[in-house]
C-alpha cells in the first residue's frame, strides 16, 4: 500500500485503524458520491475479527435509502447456517460477505463472486489478478469494491483504470477497457438486478 497514492486514510492517529476501521459517520462522508452501497463486517475469529452484525443491520435501516446491508458468517462454525437465515429472515440483510483468507477455507468450496477491493494500490498485483481472471474466463464474476476506510469510491474507480499503467512500454497485453467498465458497473446486475 505505500507505493500507491491512492491509499485513504479516515483520520485516526493510529495507522492501523484508518485502514481497518471505520465509523458510521466516516463511511456516510466517504460514500457521498455513491446512490447505492453494500456494507457489510466481517466475521473472521480464525484471525480476530467478529463484526457485530446487529451493528450492521441497524446500521443499514438507519440509512436504507442508500445502503444493502450484507451479512458475514462463519462457514466453520457449526450453527452458520441458522445464523446466516437469522441474519436474512430476522436482521433483513440481503447478501453473504465470505471471507476465505481471513475465515481459513478454501474459496473452491462454493459459487461465488469476488470483489476487486485492494488491489489497485497493488499495480502489479492488480494487473496480474486481473490477467489471470481472463485466462481463466471468469471476468465476469469479479464485482467493483472500495475497501474503504482504505481507499474511496472515486480512488477505486480511478486505480481500475489506471491497471494497464504498469504494462506502458511492454509487449504484455492490456486489460479491456469493457472489462473494467463492467467490473464497475454491470458485473453486480447478475446477482443485485433490482439495482440494474
Not at 466453520?76 to 437465515?85: H, P, S, T
Not at 489506471?162 to 504484455?172: A, H, R, S, Y
Request: charged letters at 20%; proline letters at 7%.
Amino acid at each position: 500500500m505505500k507505493l500507491s497514492p491512492d491509499v485513504y486514510f479516515a483520520g485516526s492517529d493510529s495507522p492501523q485503524s484508518n485502514a481497518f476501521d471505520s465509523r458510521p459517520d466516516q463511511l456516510l462522508t466517504a460514500t457521498d458520491d455513491a446512490d447505492k452501497v453494500i456494507v457489510f463486517g466481517i466475521k473472521a475469529p480464525f484471525c480476530g475479527i467478529n463484526a457485530d452484525q446487529e451493528l450492521i443491520a441497524g446500521f443499514v435501516k438507519e440509512h436504507s435509502d442508500r445502503f444493502i446491508g450484507w451479512c458475514s458468517v462463519d462457514p466453520n462454525d457449526a450453527d452458520c447456517v441458522d445464523q446466516l437465515e437469522h441474519y436474512v429472515n430476522n436482521l433483513g440483510l440481503r447478501g453473504l460477505k465470505c471471507s476465505p483468507i481471513y475465515q481459513n477455507w478454501d474459496p473452491q468450496d462454493p459459487n461465488l463472486y469476488a470483489n476487486i477491493s485492494a488491489l489497485h494500490y497493488r499495480p502489479l498485483r492488480h494487473y496480474q489478478a486481473l490477467m489471470t481472471a481472463m485466462e481463466y474466463g471468469v471476468e465476469h464474476k469479479l464485482i467493483f469494491g472500495s475497501d474503504f476506510p482504505s481507499a474511496t469510491l472515486p480512488q477505486v474507480i480511478a486505480g481500475q483504470h489506471k491497471v494497464n499503467d504498469i504494462i506502458c512500454g511492454t509487449n504484455f497485453p492490456r486489460i479491456p477497457d469493457e472489462m473494467i467498465h463492467n467490473i464497475i458497473y454491470e458485473n453486480r446486475k447478475r446477482f443485485l438486478p433490482e439495482y440494474a
